[in-house]
């Protein structure tokens, strides 16, 4: 089956950076993704990684290794509208090639302090 | 582009009534999913459509549950004999999968339909 397993919350100052990690188990592994989602908002696309490295877009970062499967989410200068809970999200196997449906982690909740 | 549209927001039924919600995707975007999340925990797939076909179901989703989309534009999901589980946000999402579109991993979500069953 597929598992994600990624911290239930983390507070961090603001200025500050964070890290949110995140491991997977799953077969025929194809990426993972970064989503952002506010108290009562819409989960909201941050990042994708299929290959492994770093990915940077302004203030956030995301990294993958395939091999430990293993990706975290980075996120810098933090700011008061980053707290939010944000979710790891795979394409596997189960998800199919063609298929774009993602599977979810629990999401990791930041508070973020002044 | 105005975005990913759920209605109605907020439905409040009672047990075994039947609830009905629409989405509306993105207007270029060929696919649909339906998702449900409950407090602290991820969205968890439902169902997807590419156009008008619904190509995959979860095994999360009973007979009670069923979802549409005739026209490849719109969807429906309804839910027969509401039971008190199924209290939860049902989110939309959509995506474009042609070529260079978008991310292979981004899904544009609604705001979702928060159903809660008394």
């Known amino acids: 089956g597929q598992s994600l397993e990624q911290p239930s919350e983390v507070t961090a100052v603001e200025g500050a950076i964070v890290q949110i990690n995140c491991t997977y188990q799953?077969?025929?592994?194809?990426?993972l993704s970064w989503y952002q989602q506010h108290d009562g908002g819409a989960p909201t696309f941050l990042s994708y990684?299929?290959?492994?490295g770093l990915e940077e877009t302004g203030r956030f970062s995301s990294f993958l290794s395939r091999s430990d499967s293993y990706g975290y989410l980075l996120l810098q200068e933090l700011q008061m509208k980053d707290s939010a809970s944000y979710f790891c999200?795979?394409?596997?196997?189960?998800?199919?090639?063609?298929?774009?449906?993602?599977?979810f982690g629990k999401g990791t909740k930041l508070s973020v302090i002044p | 582009d105005t975005g990913v549209s759920q209605n109605p927001r907020h439905k409040i039924t009672k047990r075994g009534q039947n609830v009905t919600f629409r989405c509306d995707p993105i207007?270029?975007?060929?696919?649909l999913y339906w998702y449900r999340q409950t407090l602290g925990q991820g969205p968890e797939f439902l169902t997807y459509?590419?156009?008008?076909?619904?190509?995959?179901k979860s095994r999360l989703l009973s007979d009670r549950f069923s979802a549409e989309r005739p026209k490849g534009s719109f969807s429906t999901l309804e839910i027969q004999r509401t039971e008190q589980g199924d209290s939860a946000m049902y989110l939309c999402?959509?995506?474009?999968?042609?070529?260079?579109?978008?991310?292979?991993?981004?899904?544009?979500f609604g705001e979702g339909s928060r159903l809660t069953v008394l």
């Open positions: 999402a959509s995506s474009d999968s042609r070529a260079g579109a978008s991310h292979a991993g981004e899904l544009f």
């Open positions: 999200a795979v394409r596997d196997e189960y998800s199919g090639a063609g298929s774009y449906q993602l599977t």
């Open positions: 459509f590419q156009n008008e076909a619904q190509l995959e």
């Open positions: 799953t077969s025929g592994f194809y990426g």
């Open positions: 207007s270029e975007h060929n696919r």
């Open positions: 990684n299929a290959l492994d």
